[in-house]
């Protein structure tokens, strides 16, 4: 089976709870759980794949301590591994710089090489500008506690059948 490294940074909680909502959809030696804030990017090195979720904070920021360990991955703790990301923002009291935080994060492990699986469309949301847009689609799943808690539950789902069969290292047929 292979290790999935669910790396985190959580301000309120929100992200730490989807985080641990996305554990209980594996078996339990599939995933391990990792608040950045706690942990270093060495612990990539031992995972076949990844997920990483953040909030975005004040105007369109990422949480410090995903800040700093961002700014230590390095492209061999990447290399060869799919990796999913999430984002929550809200989308009503910040509309122009929803989600930031994860459209950062993309770009920062793209320069390193990153390969990415997961976007996620656009439509539900109601918000002016996002730099997690890439052609119309977010570059991960997004989810809005504040103002959308009611379609987390579907959109969770919905995303990981998309990602899960990419995550365990299962043969996707198309």
Not at 7 to 18: L, Q, V
Not at 84 to 94: N, R, T
Not at 121 to 130: I, V, W
């Amino acid at each position: 089976m292979a290790k999935i490294g669910l790396f985190y940074a959580t301000d309120t909680g929100n992200t730490r709870k989807i985080a641990k909502k996305i554990r209980k959809q594996f078996a339990e030696d599939e995933i391990e759980l990792f608040d950045v804030a706690k942990t270093t990017p060495e612990a990539m090195l031992d995972c076949e794949a990844l997920i990483i979720g953040m909030p975005t904070l004040g105007d369109g920021e990422l949480p410090e301590p995903l800040a700093e360990f961002l700014g230590k991955v390095e492209a061999s703790h990447l290399e060869g591994k799919p990796i999913a990301l999430f984002g929550l923002g809200d989308q009503v009291g910040y509309p122009t710089e929803f989600v930031d935080a994860l459209g950062i994060t993309y770009k920062k492990l793209k320069k390193l090489g990153a390969r990415f699986i997961g976007s996620w469309s656009a439509e539900g949301y109601e918000f002016e500008k996002s730099k997690a847009l890439r052609d119309g689609e977010f570059v991960g799943l997004v989810l809005d506690q504040d103002n959308q808690a009611d379609l987390t539950e579907d959109r969770l789902e919905e995303w990981l059948d998309l990602v899960k069969p990419e995550l365990l290292g299962e043969a996707v047929a198309g």
